[in-house]
């Protein structure tokens, strides 16, 4: 079927926040033509109902005889939430018309407005559906008409030769959805890493930030991702980075990636670092998920959910690198970055779900536990970026321990992509432990039993010792409710109340508001410092309001959790073991963990 072809347009209308799709679709054609529009886009797990913005779809024939090449119109009916059904009557050509509406602005949806038009693949175009016939293997063109000859296009699609700065083409459907497209107001910087060009692409840019010291710390990240791998896969790429207050998230694509942060990542030396992990985070991906995916993920099928029980290794694994590469290249210190483990650590040590659920039921259930987060979550679930990072460290240190410094995590990562990866061999589902051993000639089917399939404590302190490390928990002040709340216009709200808390225990619940404690009303900072002054066993009287009915209750307070931990260098330690550290560390690493301990944070 070579004399069929795709062509898709775009166009938009910034006041109604709508990108405008026309779809031609050249035969031989079904009878019925059906379209289907995906459900949700890789990289992010959840099922996006993305046909839920569809609006004013109509379908004709083109008819070259006629000037406007109009035909006749023809019914599109559609038969489920995301299928389109249009009788056609044998004709040869069919174009079909539709807006979806855009004003959600995050890195997987689109976003219209007076300054840019931005869209994703899967949120955006309807596909032809035929058993047996992949009309996702046919390669695609893309015309997009700008609202102003000033703005730029942004994108990883190539554009088709001759035809001008605004057509492209795709190879196929799938190399469609994996290609956002920003056209608007951009600022555009541009670098060279390894003889192929780079380009940093800002909407929303701030008033002012760095912009040499940023192009040069990417280089460096890029460079050394670049050498873990073997080099990079790809002829040219792009990051598209979208500043909007308040916001954060990140999506990885083959060539390029949609990162989205406030502009007062500026502003602080930690929202720098923050930015900087991001970008460390979402290129990893190049490799990681985009290219070597566990077996669940390959092919995509965008219509249903794509199962996998390995999203700890391939998310979480990004999450533990993103950090370990800023520690490489020397953009954040040893000390740095045992804080930011420390930090991941507490929050993991702060959450009563991961006695609930493995690493290995987090990743299957993505779909719908972790992107519909709700009061119980914290009790029932974990994140498998977060346990998976944590885990994923003390799979490096007992890998780099075992094999008496030889092997490391790097040899997995690379394992991977020569063997699943660059093979489009999806890496199976229930036998990770032996790929670890075939990858590092090391056993850890202990920890992959305990860590990832089982839901107990995380044993970190004999494996931080064997690298001159420790962990200490930062003791908590006075006693603990066991909750965490938010305020609403003064008032002070259970948001969640913790397992097998006190407050639990007493019968509070989440969206109780907490009015007083022993008579006296509270605020939120008044609430904790009432509860900073009391002692773990002591009993408080609490009037809370549930659904505008007043109750009391006794609370025996616990006892308060940590306020954090902190990762030092051992006092203890030999000198065998902080060459371990120091090698897992990186650069400068030596001196650091030669320093003496002393009380607090490591130095």
Same mark, same amino acid.
């Given at each position: 079927?070579?004399?069929?072809?795709?062509?898709?347009?775009?166009?938009?209308?910034?006041?109604?926040?709508?990108?405008?799709?026309?779809?031609?679709?050249?035969?031989?054609?079904?009878?019925?033509?059906?379209?289907?529009?995906?459900?949700?886009?890789?990289?992010?797990?959840?099922?996006?109902?993305?046909?839920?913005?569809?609006?004013?779809?109509?379908?004709?024939?083109?008819?070259?005889?006629?000037?406007?090449?109009?035909?006749?119109?023809?019914?599109?009916?559609?038969?489920?939430?995301?299928?389109?059904?249009?009788?056609?009557?044998?004709?040869?050509?069919?174009?079909?018309?539709?807006?979806?509406?855009?004003?959600?602005?995050?890195?997987?949806?689109?976003?219209?407005?007076?300054?840019?038009?931005? $869209?994703?693949?899967?949120?955006? !175009? &309807?596909?032809?559906?035929?058993?047996?016939?992949?009309?996702?293997?046919?390669?695609?063109?893309?015309?997009?008409?700008?609202?102003?000859?000033?703005?730029?296009?942004?994108?990883?699609?190539?554009?088709?030769?001759?035809?001008?700065?605004?057509?492209?083409?795709?190879?196929?459907?799938?190399?469609?959805?994996?290609?956002?497209?920003?056209?608007?107001?951009?600022?555009?910087?541009?670098?060279?890493?390894?003889?192929?060009?780079?380009?940093?692409?800002?909407?929303?840019?701030?008033?002012?930030?760095?912009?040499?010291?940023?192009?040069?710390?990417?280089?460096?990240?890029?460079?050394?991702?670049?050498?873990?791998?073997?080099?990079?896969?790809?002829?040219?790429?792009? !990051?598209?980075?979208?500043?909007?207050?308040?916001?954060?998230?990140?999506?990885?694509?083959?060539?390029?990636?949609?990162?989205?942060?406030?502009?007062?990542? $500026?502003?602080?030396?930690?929202?720098?670092?923050?930015?900087?992990?991001?970008?460390?985070?979402? !290129?990893?991906?190049?490799?990681?998920?985009?290219?070597?995916?566990?077996?669940?993920?390959?092919?995509?099928?965008?219509?249903?959910?794509?199962?996998?029980?390995?999203?700890?290794?391939?998310?979480?694994?990004?999450?533990?690198?993103?950090?370990?590469?800023?520690?490489?290249?020397?953009?954040?210190?040893?000390?740095?970055?045992?804080?930011?483990?420390?930090?991941?650590?507490?929050?993991?040590?702060?959450?009563?779900?991961?006695?609930?659920?493995?690493?290995?039921?987090?990743? !299957?259930?993505?779909?719908?536990?972790?992107?519909?987060?709700?009061?119980?979550? %914290?009790?029932?679930?974990?994140?498998?970026?977060?346990?998976?990072?944590?885990?994923?460290?003390?799979?490096?240190?007992?890998?780099?321990?075992?094999?008496?410094?030889?092997?490391?995590?790097?040899?997995?990562?690379?394992?991977?992509?020569?063997?699943?990866?660059?093979?489009?061999?999806?890496?199976?589902?229930?036998?990770?432990?032996?790929?670890?051993?075939?990858?590092?000639?090391?056993?850890?089917?202990?920890?992959?039993?305990?860590?990832?399939?089982?839901?107990?404590?995380?044993?970190?302190?004999?494996?931080?010792?064997?690298?001159?490390?420790?962990?200490?928990?930062?003791?908590?002040?006075?006693?603990?409710?066991?909750?965490?709340?938010?305020?609403?216009?003064?008032?002070?709200?259970?948001?969640? %109340?913790?397992?097998?808390?006190?407050?639990?225990?007493?019968?509070?619940?989440?969206?109780?508001?907490?009015?007083?404690?022993?008579?006296?009303?509270?605020?939120?900072?008044?609430?904790?410092?009432? &509860?900073? =002054?009391?002692?773990?066993?002591?009993?408080?009287? %609490?009037?809370?309001?549930?659904?505008?009915?007043?109750?009391?209750?006794?609370?025996?307070?616990?006892?308060?959790?940590?306020?954090?931990?902190?990762?030092?260098?051992?006092?203890? =330690?030999?000198?065998?073991?902080? =060459?371990?550290?120091?090698?897992?560390?990186?650069?400068?690493?030596?001196?650091?963990? =030669?320093?003496?301990?002393?009380?607090?944070?490591?130095?």
């Amino acid at each position: 079927m070579t004399d069929r072809a795709l062509r898709y347009t775009v166009s938009f209308d910034l006041a109604r926040h709508l990108v405008c799709v026309e779809l031609t679709v050249e035969g031989p054609l079904q009878e019925p033509l059906v379209l289907q529009m995906p459900a949700w886009t890789p990289g992010s797990y959840l099922v996006r109902e993305y046909a839920r913005h569809v609006q004013e779809l109509w379908a004709f024939v083109v008819d070259d005889s006629k000037p406007d090449g109009v035909g006749s119109v023809i019914a599109a009916r559609k038969t489920d939430k995301d299928t389109w059904v249009i009788a056609h009557g044998g004709a040869q050509t069919i174009r079909v018309i539709y807006a979806v509406y855009a004003h959600e602005l995050t890195v997987r949806t689109n976003h219209v407005c007076e300054s840019h038009g931005y $869209f994703n693949g899967a949120a955006t !175009f &309807l596909r032809p559906i035929e058993d047996g016939d992949p009309w996702d293997a046919l390669p695609i063109t893309l015309s997009i008409e700008k609202p102003s000859p000033t703005w730029q296009i942004a994108t990883g699609l190539k554009r088709a030769e001759g035809r001008g700065e605004s057509v492209f083409v795709a190879r196929d459907f799938h190399e469609l959805v994996d290609c956002p497209v920003d056209v608007g107001v951009h600022e555009r910087h541009e670098f060279v890493v390894d003889h192929k060009p780079h380009a940093l692409v800002i909407w929303g840019s701030p008033a002012r930030f760095d912009r040499e010291r940023l192009l040069r710390d990417m280089t460096k990240i890029v460079q050394t991702e670049s050498a873990l791998f073997g080099g990079l896969p790809y002829d040219n790429y792009l !990051f598209l980075l979208h500043l909007s207050p308040g916001a954060r998230g990140g999506l990885e694509h083959d060539n390029s990636t949609s990162l989205l942060l406030s502009p007062d990542v $500026f502003e602080t030396e930690s929202g720098y670092e923050d930015l900087l992990s991001l970008i460390a985070h979402e !290129f990893f991906h190049l490799w990681q998920v985009r290219r070597t995916r566990p077996a669940g993920l390959r092919p995509y099928d965008y219509r249903r959910e794509n199962y996998t029980r390995m999203l700890w290794l391939f998310e979480g694994g990004t999450s533990y690198y993103d950090w370990l590469l800023l520690r490489r290249t020397a953009l954040v210190s040893p000390k740095k970055y045992l804080e930011h483990l420390a930090s991941e650590i507490a929050r993991l040590e702060d959450t009563p779900g991961r006695f609930l659920q493995s690493l290995e039921e987090s990743s !299957f259930d993505a779909w719908i536990k972790l992107y519909r987060p709700d009061e119980h979550s %914290v009790n029932s679930t974990v994140s498998y970026y977060l346990k998976g990072e944590v885990v994923c460290a003390l799979l490096d240190l007992e890998i780099r321990k075992r094999s008496d410094g030889k092997r490391s995590f790097d040899d997995l990562l690379g394992y991977l992509w020569r063997e699943h990866g660059s093979q489009q061999l999806g890496v199976p589902e229930d036998s990770i432990e032996a790929v670890i051993a075939r990858a590092t000639d090391v056993d850890v089917s202990d920890l992959i039993d305990t860590m990832v399939r089982g839901r107990g404590p995380l044993a970190y302190d004999q494996t931080l010792a064997d690298h001159g490390l420790e962990l200490r928990a930062k003791p908590g002040k006075g006693a603990s409710l066991g909750v965490r709340i938010r305020t609403h216009d003064g008032r002070v709200l259970l948001s969640s %109340v913790l397992r097998d808390s006190a407050a639990e225990r007493a019968g509070l619940a989440p969206g109780d508001e907490v009015i007083a404690i022993d008579g006296r009303r509270v605020d939120d900072s008044g609430l904790r410092r009432r &509860l900073e =002054a009391r002692k773990p066993g002591e009993i408080i009287e %609490v009037l809370y309001a549930r659904r505008e009915a007043i109750g009391r209750c006794s609370v025996t307070l616990a006892e308060s959790a940590p306020e954090g931990y902190e990762l030092r260098v051992l006092e203890r =330690a030999s000198e065998q073991e902080r =060459a371990r550290g120091a090698q897992w560390l990186g650069p400068d690493a030596e001196a650091f963990f =030669a320093k003496k301990s002393t009380e607090g944070p490591a130095q």
